[in-house]
């Protein structure tokens, strides 16, 4: 009895950690600065998103929702195409080969972005891929590569053998037989891994804080980071701006809970 | 590749001694392999080989120059860059010595968090359910969003903590104003921020346990403690070791909190490894910023090794 009291305790108080700053952040987008601080619980007085007009039109915040747009809707399906090629020739090769192409690409989730990021920024600048979406794309499907072949590649070596088999009697190629065996058949990791992508491209910073110099080529993070310096405490321009970032990612969420879950999981435990 | 990479293969990977009969190889694996898909990895083999592996190897070249990242000249100064980075360099050491006490406090703290949270909510009931979903809600958030939230909680003037203080009577601190505290109110966010998505590891571990075994405890008198100790700490090790290896690595790797939470470049307060390579990559230095990213790379191995050392943690009855 008193044990069940104290895990309803902890659980609520818990419960009320997580939803009382989410709350008073979606709130506090829609008022202001001192609506906000006269009462941080209160419910706004009037819901005219005046908030969200002014980060979205003086602050760049449109644009930079766009090229984040861009940069996750690139990054997300080209990274998991380069890898479940790799994973699906991985789990066809046999051997030494097989071994050393999957430890190649796996170990780079051993290397932190950090340490290499100058001679990465230097490699960036000779390419000519500073200060554009190309060169940000390029840098998210680098970094997460190796996580998401080991994902992907992991799966499709438990995919039973006999389908390619089959496949190739019936006379196909290998493309044939990756695109219309394996990939159909790896569903379940390839959303998973594609969630797990999405969270973290959507929400890299370090990339973009390094290579983007022009503002109109910032991505979400980025602009909002930039926000604090110019609006100190003006705390219901910064909530909109957090909302708007989060908005994407927070509806997926909303509807996609359980694959999330899994997905960044996935990520977690093989990681 | 050798001429025979098919038998050559088969012996690498089943580290056999060599089969007599190399016919008898080939008769196990009745399909030949396409030559084909040696091509499809290849795209993503050159993109990790150029852009992931070959700058990393850079970085230990460019670590022992004096090169400022744009001039043409620059010297090879041998290890001085290291050396200045342990002995000259009082930022540098204190966002190492920074690190490892976020890094130790936010694992010890993340770790027993969320395995508390995870025997709360080990039952699939629908209230377990809603809360598991609720509790792992803030992984998703990017960590500029969670650094602003905080910084309004703790916002010594207006913020919401010391609002809720102050309707109890009580004077709340400075928080991140406060130099000796603000590295331990940053990770109670990382715990908050985290927390959730380590709790579904645990959970994961914690639903593999056969309920038998605390049925047979339970008639054998033993009591919840005792269960947890025999039962399901020993179950729950593999998982403790994936839990204490990510967070490891996920708060060296703060970065993006500590900027959003404390501006950039952040004070020396609040300073880690990963922050203070930005600065002094900023600053141009690169060979020195070079040799920084080395230290920090060989910081997170290092801790990591560690870990595995000390905890060893294996399932028992493996």
Known sequence: MLASLSRRAILAIYAVIIIIPLTVVAFGSFKSTQELFAGPFSLPRSLAPDNFAEVVGGQNLGSSFMNSVIVTGISVPLTLFLASLAGYAVSRLKGFMAWAIFGFLVLGMAIPAQANMVPLYVLFGRLGLLDNLAGLILANVVSTLPIAVFILGGFMRTLPKELYEASSIDGSGPWKTYSSIALPLSAPSIAAAAIFLFVIHWNELLYPLLFIQTPGNRTLPLALLSFQGEFQTNYPLLFAGVILASLPVVVAYVFLQRYFVAGITAGASKG | ?318
């Open chain 2, 1 to 318: 590749m050798s001429i025979h990479p098919g038998t050559a293969a088969k012996r690498k990977a089943t580290d056999s001694p060599a089969p007599a009969n190399p016919a008898k190889v080939r008769r196990r694996s009745p399909t030949r392999v396409n030559p084909a898909l040696y091509l499809f990895p290849l795209p993503a083999v050159a993109v990790v080989a150029f852009f992931l592996v070959m700058p990393t190897l850079q970085a230990f070249q460019y670590a022992i120059t004096d090169w400022n990242g744009f001039s043409a000249a620059f010297n090879y100064v041998g290890l001085d860059n290291f050396i200045r980075a342990f002995t000259k360099d009082s930022l540098f050491t204190n966002a190492l010595t920074n690190n490892l006490k976020f890094v130790l406090l936010v694992v010890i703290a993340q770790t027993v968090f969320s395995l508390v949270l995870a025997l709360l909510l080990t039952k699939n009931s629908r209230g377990s359910i809603l809360l598991r979903a609720l509790f792992f809600f803030p992984t998703i958030l990017s960590s500029v969003s969670v650094a602003f939230i905080w910084k309004f909680i703790y916002d010594p003037n207006f913020g919401l903590a010391n609002s809720v203080l102050r309707t109890v009577g009580v004077d709340g601190g400075a928080y991140l104003g406060n130099d000796a505290q603000a590295l331990y109110w940053v990770a109670v966010t990382q715990v908050w921020f985290h927390s959730g998505q380590m709790m579904v590891v645990y959970i994961a571990g914690l639903q593999a346990i056969p309920k038998e075994l605390y049925e047979a405890a339970e008639m054998d008198g033993a009591n919840k403690w005792q269960q947890f100790k025999s039962i399901t700490w020993p179950f729950v090790a593999p998982a403790t070791s994936i839990v204490v290896a990510y967070t490891t690595v996920q708060s060296f790797k703060a970065f993006d909190l500590i900027l959003g939470i404390a501006g950039n470049p952040p004070k020396s307060s609040l300073d880690i490894l990963s922050t203070r390579i930005y600065s002094t990559f900023a600053n141009s230095e690169f060979g020195y910023a070079a040799a920084q990213s080395i230290i920090f790379m060989a910081m997170i191995a290092l801790v990591t090794w560690l870990q595995r050392r000390l905890l060893r943690l294996t399932p028992k009855g493996d």
